[in-house]
């Protein structure tokens, strides 16, 4: 994409997070515009398109990918199709933006990054939160020094299962594993990994176990992980998804 004043974006997937979160956005920010909206269902693409004021839409991936006023993808459907959009884009040599998790598996995920490199065309992932004024700030007094000299992180993100996740005929396909790759980490967990490179450098090592401890659905329910960063800091996480109800954290300390 040649250098302009104006990125025209494509979006693949019509979903809720595109509706409350991303579509207005993209069109907000200076500089950037949507042309061409995507879903499989024809019904959903042109329903979006015209609630949202956007020209074109389509039920065919290659062919939004194919439309000369696009200039970069935003991948915005579930995981498992992630890595297919990804490099059908950049095989295009249109940049691309996805939504968190990367793709539904490490492979998949390598597969990405060796066509990105490869065709030399940008691929991000929507790690959006490190650039957010309330995390800028923490990162700047761990910078500063304000919490002391740190010598080791933690993880502790525990909640009780919602409503939906006792529903084994209709479960969230956030625990549907041949659509979402895994469970709630998969969602959640990025979030939280990123802004711990942002703040203290890249992980270059890491080990964990998952496990299934509530037996509402097959996914992972229960991880437990330990890391190391490229400064030489530690760290380590607990994820739960089936606490009881009574039981509520969310910190990294």
Same mark, same amino acid.
């Given at each position: 994409m040649a250098d302009k004043d104006k990125i025209n974006w494509g979006f693949i997937g019509c979903g809720d997070v595109t509706n409350k &979160? @991303?579509?207005?956005?993209?069109?907000?920010?200076?500089?950037?515009? !949507?042309?061409? !909206?995507?879903?499989?269902s024809a019904e959903k693409a042109k329903a /979006?398109?015209? &609630?949202?004021g956007i020209k074109k839409w389509y039920d065919n991936a290659q062919e939004l990918i194919d439309d000369h006023e696009v200039d970069a993808i935003y991948i915005a459907t579930p995981p498992s199709s992630h890595a297919? /959009?990804?490099i059908m884009a950049m095989k295009a040599g249109k940049p691309v933006y996805i939504?968190?998790?990367?793709?539904?598996? /490490?492979?998949?995920? $390598?597969? !990405?990054?060796? !066509?990105? #490199?490869?065709?030399?065309?940008?691929?991000f992932v929507a790690y959006y939160r490190r650039y957010l004024p309330y995390f800028i700030k923490v990162k700047e007094l761990v910078k500063q020094g304000a919490v002391g000299n740190v010598l080791n992180v933690q993880i502790r993100y525990i909640q009780p299962p919602n409503e939906h996740d006792y529903d084994t005929s209709n479960l969230p396909w956030r625990l549907q594993p041949d659509i979402a790759g895994g469970g709630f980490f998969y969602d959640l967990a990025p979030h939280q990994l990123d802004f711990l490179q942002d703040v203290f450098g890249c992980i270059l090592?890491? #080990?964990g176990y998952a496990t299934n401890r509530g037996g509402l659905y097959q996914v992972e329910d229960t991880l437990n992980?330990?890391?190391?960063?490229?400064?030489?800091? $530690?760290? #380590?996480?607990?994820?739960?998804?089936?606490?009881? &109800? @009574? @039981?509520k954290e969310d910190t990294i300390e």
């Open positions: &979160k @991303s579509g207005p956005a993209f069109r907000k920010a200076t500089g950037s515009d !949507v042309v061409a !909206v995507m879903s499989r /979006y398109a015209e &609630k949202a297919t /959009y990804a939504e968190k998790p990367m793709a539904a598996s /490490y492979e998949d995920c $390598t597969r !990405v990054n060796h !066509v990105a #490199s490869e065709e030399g065309v940008p691929c090592e890491a #080990s992980a330990c890391f190391r960063f490229d400064n030489g800091l $530690t760290g #380590s996480g607990i994820w739960c998804f089936v606490a009881d &109800k @009574s @039981s």
